[in-house]
Structures are given as C-alpha cells and as structure tokens.
C-alpha cells in the first residue's frame, strides 16, 4: 500500500539568502523564523486541510473564508501565519531601499503629509502594538489612501479587503535573537535598512488596477 | 515636579541566577529588569493623579478590566501582577510533585497528576500569541448582580487549567489563580528559540514551586469562606430590611425561624 502525501500549500522561500540581511536580521533569526514558524505554519495548515472540505481556494482566498466574519475557524491562524510571513520576507530587501520610488512616494506624501511623518507614524503604531502581531502599510481600497494599522496574532489586513503593501512582524520571535527588548532599534532598521520599497511599487502599481489613485486619465483621440 | 512612586519593582524570591540552567540569569534580568520593570513604570505613571491610585494592585487590575472594555492601563497593571505572580510560581529545585489536599484535588478534578500535567502542558503549548497559561481555583460564584447559583455544591468549586491572552488572567473571572507559565515568547525565547514544548517540560518538571501554589490554595479556600461569611451575613440584612417594611410580627417570625433552622 503506498502512502500518499498531501500538500495543499508550499513553503516559499525568501527572496535572497538566509544571511542576506545580516547585520539587521541575523542568519539565526531567519533560520528559525522561516525554517521553524513559517515552515510549521504550512505543515499545520495543510494537516488541518488533510481532513477539511476546505479545498481548491487559493490562499487569500482561504484566509477571508476562514476568517468567518471575525469568528475565525481552526484553520485561520495557520492560513494567514503562512501568507503574513510569504508578505514579511518579499516587504524587506537586503539593503533596502531609502525612499520609495514611482507613484507610491508622492501617494505618501498625500496622505500622510511627509515622508518622515509617515516613518513616525509607523514608528508610533509598531512601539504602540501590544502582545504578537503585525504593523502594516495598507492601501484602503474604499477611501482610496494609504494608511498604518496594526492587527493583532495572525489577523491581516485581507480580511477588511484592504491591500497590504509592506508587513512588518512585531511578533517576539522576529526580532528577540538579534535585539532583545528593544523594539524600537528593531523597527527603526526595518525602515531604514531593510524594507523594499521595491516590493511596495510593485504592490501599489498592481493595486491600482482595482483602486483608482489619481484622476482618471483619458485618452485623447 | 513632584514624582510619587506607587508601585515598586518586587525582585522575584530567589537570586537571580537561581534558575539557572533552566532558565538563565540574562532571560531573568531581562523578563524581570526591564519587561517587568517597564510595566510597573507605565502602570505607576498611569495611576498618578487618577482615582486608582489609592487602589491595591488587584482592585486596579479589576477595575480597569472594566467588564471586558479594557481601560489604558489594564495591561500593565495585570502584567505587574502576572509578572509577579509568575516569579512567584518558580523557585529554584523546584518541580516534582505537589502533596496534600492540593494533590487530592488535581487528582479529583483531572483524574491524575499526570492527566494535570498533560492538559497543563497543551494549553501551554498550543496558547496562540503572547499569553499565559494557569492553574486555578475556580469559585462557584455567579457575577451576575442579581442571581445566586441555583444548585451550588462543593464540586463547583475546581481546579481547572485556563489559557488567557496578552495581559488578561483569571481574577477578571473571579477565579484564584494558582500557578502561572509565561508563555510570550520572551520568556524563554533566549534560552530555549523555538522549542516552546521543552521551555514548558523543564519548568513544570524543574521551576514551578507547588509550595507556593498550596499557599495560593489555602488562600482560595480562605477567600471562599470568606465571601460565604459575608453572604450570610448579607442575607440575613437583606431579611431585616424585607422585615422592615413588614409587620413587626412578622420580623420576629422570620427571625426566630432562621434561628431555628441554623
């Protein structure tokens, strides 16, 4: 009798090596956090889905079914760990970005006045945040303009139907190794070392298929 | 400016190097110096010049609990008292097992020491988020206001295993914590990374100081007959002032009735 295997869903790897983001995100931290959290969060959801009807959703997808309205269902914290983490590692770049570039640096200095206020208000929301969770940069889809906002455990920003755009994980496990109690060191090299504003570009450029940022631009014949 | 300190930093019962090699002496210095630490700050700069500063720390963790709809500084008054509690919770050559009524009870109420052991270790392991895990003593009391437990017996009162998120624990269920496990992951991220199971094996086998949950027992048991002191008490007013805006007769009826019957 052979066994079967079942895998509904795949480990993704970061895109870059494991030691890539040295000195601000040690070798160690990636290989735990990635190779141990993320890697046990796929193993957990795909052994919660062996005995499930919860079949042939992609992974958005399955994460807004089994949130169920904010009553999630067993499967919801291991669904939205592995796509919170998948969004984690592509939102950082070794040696990231200073600025962001194309549309999205003028969309932040709409909405959030500056630059430098947007970076202290990420601040203020990740130092604000209490127990595990995440601190993102959204695009709200109905109010058509970018926001922080911090969730809670595994909650992510999909199931308000708003769009991530950058994630930063301000669970202890992300960051105790290389910087102990001091979060504020952690999230201030997230910004200014680590995060890519590619990622966000690519993020914002495609989310603008679905939300409409500027005037509506019309062809001249 | 004049600084009033309320609260101060309690240093845990033992040096702090005690729990090694359980637990190190720098996830100690850290957990106690400045996790600890920064909570009691913020719970003492909350509560200057506010109504809950003459409060001990219980009644504040109650009261800013507030049914649910946590004010500001609920979470660093309970985690003050979880963080205390906890230290309390370990002693160094702790482990073992537990004796006494405290052994006769987690075997009436779990079957076995080691039935105890095993739920206790899968709430602990499976707590998602920061959180802590407890034994407690649960009382019989429904805090409902108006209602009294309809059919209360003695096996009301349990011990029973509870899991509570971020800073929440069991006194905003009028329960009695017993023992704690600190399950953030900054508890023992240093010493033990990713192997939450093993930090929480070695502390119930090797840290947590059953002499001290027995103490917690003892006051449980006090607090009950305590609290059935003063219901008594309570209902026999409630009596007087029922007999009250009755006849006079019919006072000293009821009166002489419950004498009767106590």
Known sequence: KSSRVLGYYG?????????????????????????????????????????????????????????????PLPEFNNAAEVWNHDFFWESMQPDGDKLPWGGLLQQIEKDFGSFSNFKD??????????????????LKREEKRLAVVRTSNAVCPLVFDDIPLIALDMWEHAYYLDYKDDRRRYVSNFMNHLVSWHSATLRIARAEAFVNLGEPKIPVA | VNVRCYFQLIPPPYPLSSLE?????????????????????????????????????????????????????????????????????????????????????????????????????????TQFGSGWVWLTYKSNRLD??????????????????AKTPNAINPLVWDYSPLLAIDVWEHAYYLDYENQRAEYISVFMDKLVS???????????????????????????????????????????????????TE
């Not at chain 2, 409902?144 to 295993?161: F, I, R, T, Y």
């Open chain 1, 11 to 71: 480990l993704t790897a970061p895109p870059y090596k494991l030691d890539a983001l040295e000195p601000y995100m040690s070798k160690r931290t990636l290989e735990l956090h990635w190779g141990g959290y993320h890697h046990d969060y796929v193993e957990s959801l795909n052994k919660q889905l062996k005995n499930s009807s919860l079949y042939g959703y992609t992974l958005e997808e399955l994460i807004k079914i089994t949130y169920n309205n904010g009553n």
């Open chain 2, 144 to 161: 409902v206001g108006n209602a009294v437990n309809p059919c209360p017996s003695a096996e009301d009162n349990k011990l029973v295993v």
């Open chain 2, 210 to 260: 059953w002499d001290f949950v027995s103490s917690r027992l003892a006051m449980a048991f006090a607090r009950d007959e305590e609290r059935a002191r003063k219901d008594a008490s309570s209902s026999e007013e409630d009596d007087l002032v029922l007999a009250d805006s009755a006849a006079r007769e019919m006072f000293l009826d009821s009166d002489d009735d419950d004498s009767e």
């Open chain 1, 121 to 138: 208000e990420f601040m203020q929301s990740a130092m604000g945040l209490f127990g595990s969770g995440w601190v993102w940069l959204i």
């Open chain 2, 21 to 125: 090699p359980y637990m190190s002496q720098e996830t100690v210095e850290r957990h106690w110096g400045r996790h600890h630490r920064e909570h009691l700050n913020s719970l003492n700069t909350h509560i200057a010049g506010s109504e809950l500063n003459e409060m001990p720390l219980e009644e504040i963790v109650l009261a800013s609990y507030n049914k649910g709809d946590c004010l500001p500084v609920f979470i660093h008054a309970a985690q003050t008292w979880n963080h205390d509690f906890f230290w309390q919770s370990m002693k160094p050559g702790g482990g073992g097992r537990p004796s006494g009524i405290l052994l006769q009870l987690i075997e009436r109420d779990f079957g076995s020491f080691e039935l105890f052991l095993k739920e206790f270790k899968t709430a602990a392991l």
